[in-house]
């Protein structure tokens, strides 16, 4: 058990360059992953969002029912810095129709899971990421058409009952059975948890290699342009929730999740929507992709730094 820990911890340490090497392969290389169907996202999504329910505890999510005000203020930030940068970033870099309408989708879809497992590797406040990813995507059916209307003056249907119960499949349902399990086999998951970063970085490796693979094209075509907007606005939105968590004097492991549930997007939701409510625009749906790839790759590394930061007691 003692060599899987220390594997783990070099998992976990040395994440963002396996997350690279794997994106790498696979966008160079696309055959080594189509092997890997695209509805095994959802599926590799679950097993990690159950390794994280195995960590938790009820004190743990306390802090949500005690002071709501951080779910809101996550949520606020959420649906008004990302979509305003989206728009800032598209008329700056004077994109096209069809790269501006995706681009902006990205920034009006709610966070994504992603940013609950990067919180857990950040050593932040994994409660309050998951509980503001929540209620993001509860929310998004709503927001999110809204949003992008008032920006694009476009209407984007959302299907609120299958968004309501992917919801329940892929965060709610795992998280919760983990928990549970967590809450009458203490003493097994104790020793699972050790093993926890070697699961959940393979899982995140396969979903890079699986958004890569069958986007390569696209990606290669698309230029450097539309990379360089995709990088500056999931910066920016790390950099603002982190001067906002900051600004408020919120302790590190909030500020750590603050920063990262506004800077990750559920970009796959994205990818999804450009398909359907933008079908005359193709590369409507390239943003959604790349910034799948990226936010991972900078997710991890922004785990290797917020992990240095040392919580307060």
Known sequence: MKILSKISEGFGK?????????????LFAPKSSLWIDTSWVNYLLMVVMFGMGLTMKPKDFALIFKRPKDIILGCAAQFIIMPLL????????????ALTA??????????????????????????LSV???????????ILTPAITYLLLQTTVR????????SIIQ???????????INHFF??????????????????????????V???????????????????????LGYLCGFGLGKALRLNPPKVKALSIEIGMQNSGLATSLAGTAFPQLAMATVPGALFSVWHNISGAILAGIYRRWKNEK
């Open 14 to 26: 040395y994440m963002a360059l396996i997350v690279l090497a794997v994106a790498a392969i696979a």
């Open 186 to 211: 203490e003493k097994i998951t104790e020793k699972l948890v050790a093993i926890l970063p070697i699961i959940s970085t393979i899982a995140i490796c396969l979903i890079v290699a699986t958004v």
């Open 86 to 97: 989206a728009l800032g970033l598209s008329r700056l870099f004077n994109l096209d129709t």
């Open 158 to 165: 959302v299907d609120v009952v299958s968004m309501f119960f």
């Open 213 to 235: 693979s069958h986007n390569a094209k696209k990606i290669v075509t698309c230029g450097a342009l539309i990379l360089a907007v995709i990088i500056l606005h999931n910066l």
């Open 170 to 180: 892929v965060i709610l349902l795992p998280i919760a059975l983990g928990f549970v």
């Open 102 to 127: 995706g681009v902006i989708l990205v920034g009006t879809c709610p966070g994504g899971t992603s940013s609950n497992v990067i919180t857990y590797f950040s050593k932040g406040d994994v409660a």
């Open 131 to 141: 509980g503001m990813t929540s209620v993001n995507t509860l929310l998004a059916p």
